[in-house]
């Protein structure tokens, strides 16, 4: 009995959807137009849907397997436990944390000096708490989800100094009106950072 398919071909340089072969039992295909064409090398291709396999349907690495609550809360723990005993022996080198302040993130360790071009309402000496997306050191990394819990990492911040930058003046064209920009804020700000073990 002869069933007609339709057949994607195994060519030994590239793929091509070829119709109308003809299926033999010998496992061996033949075409309407070419009577001897024989291929043995195929591959059977049905559409699992009429939307085409792209790379973004689905990604090129292998899907992740979720790991149980359960399981999280243990590799957190065995984590903190790793972390602790490399504060306890204090043997961490020079420690850095990246923050976020004044709108933007700031790479900084400890005695840094930071410059914002920014307005703030705090005055010279004040200690500034900032909020800390993650912290690093030679043997560790901890990273937030966004952010590091208050509990585990402190990051302070004083402000030194604020000063007025020299006179700058930013025009804008606006009918009928006029804008300008006189001066900007400099502000210094000193940074200390405290670790706490959990």
């Not at 119709?19 to 059977?44: A, C, G, M, V, W």
């Not at 004044?102 to 000096?113: F, G, I, M, P, Y």
Request: proline letters at 4%.
């Amino acid at each position: 009995m002869i069933t007609s398919y339709s057949i994607l071909i195994l060519d030994y340089n590239s793929y091509c959807v070829m119709s109308d072969f003809k299926l033999f039992k010998e496992n061996t295909f033949t075409h309407p137009k070419y009577d001897r064409l024989k291929i043995t090398q195929f591959r059977l291709m049905f559409p699992s849907s009429y939307v085409p396999q792209t790379s973004l349907s689905r990604p090129l690495w292998p899907e992740m397997s979720y790991i149980s609550r359960d399981e999280e809360e243990r590799q957190h723990k065995v984590v903190l436990e790793n972390v602790n005993t490399v504060l306890a022996k204090e043997d961490y080198g020079r420690l850095f944390a990246v923050v976020h302040f004044a709108s933007r993130q700031w790479k900084v360790t400890n005695e840094d000096l930071i410059l914002i071009e920014n307005r703030i309402d705090d005055e010279c000496g004040d200690q500034i708490r900032l909020e800390v997306l993650l912290v690093g050191g030679e043997e560790f990394t901890l990273i937030g989800r966004p952010l590091l819990g208050c509990d585990l990492v402190r990051v302070e911040a004083t402000v030194i100094e604020k000063t007025e930058s020299w006179p700058k003046v930013h025009m804008r064209f606006w009918k009928r009106h006029r804008y300008q920009k006189k001066r900007s804020m400099y502000i210094y700000i000193y940074i200390y950072i405290y670790f706490f073990t959990c």
